[in-house]
């Protein structure tokens, strides 16, 4: 997909039009560029919001905007368990990833010996995200 993706921009750099930006948005979603994918999505219902793909492409949109993405939870020292929004069931131990929707979270990680750490993060959509969290 990196050269379709190539091709694309440059034809598009050359004579920009829609379905340039659609097929650009298909290479970059094909190709896990998602938060490029969603700017050119969006572009392209900027350009063309009455074109018969709109419906498709909107849904498209939508889909990017509410996935859930990967939060890569780390602490220090490593093997806290981590819960998320008040859960009282661990959902792993550091370092793990958290699948988590875009939106505002709360991280709890406990460890014995150490206080539990709770930490407040926003998930943005269409990426990916780490955090560490040092237990005292």
Same mark, same amino acid.
Request: hydrophobic share 40%; with cysteine.
């Given at each position: ?22 097929? @650009?948005?298909?290479? @970059?979603?094909? !190709? ?13 219902? %900027? ?16 889909? @990017?905007?509410?996935a859930?993405? !990967?939060?890569?939870? +780390? ?9 998320v %929004? ?7 131990? =550091? ?19 150490? +206080?539990? !750490?709770?930490? +407040?993060?926003?998930?943005?959509? !269409?990426?990916? %995200?780490?955090? =560490?969290?040092?237990?005292?």
């Open positions: 997909y990196p050269a379709a993706v190539a091709s694309f921009r440059e034809a598009n750099g050359l004579v920009p039009h829609p379905d340039t930006l659609y097929n @650009l948005g298909r290479a @970059l979603e094909a !190709a896990g560029s998602r938060r490029e994918a969603l700017e050119v999505f969006a572009q392209y219902l %900027d350009l063309a919001p009455t074109s018969t793909d709109a419906p498709e492409v909107g849904a498209r949109l939508r889909a @990017l905007r509410e859930p993405v !990967a939060v890569l939870v +780390r602490s220090v020292p490593d093997g806290a368990a981590v819960r %929004d008040g859960a009282e069931a661990t959902v792993c131990r =550091t370092p793990c990833p958290v699948s988590l929707p875009p939106g505002e979270h709360t991280l709890v990680l406990a460890r014995p010996g150490f +206080r539990a !750490a709770a930490e +407040r993060i926003t998930v943005r959509p !269409a990426t990916s %995200d780490e955090r =560490t969290v040092t237990l005292v």
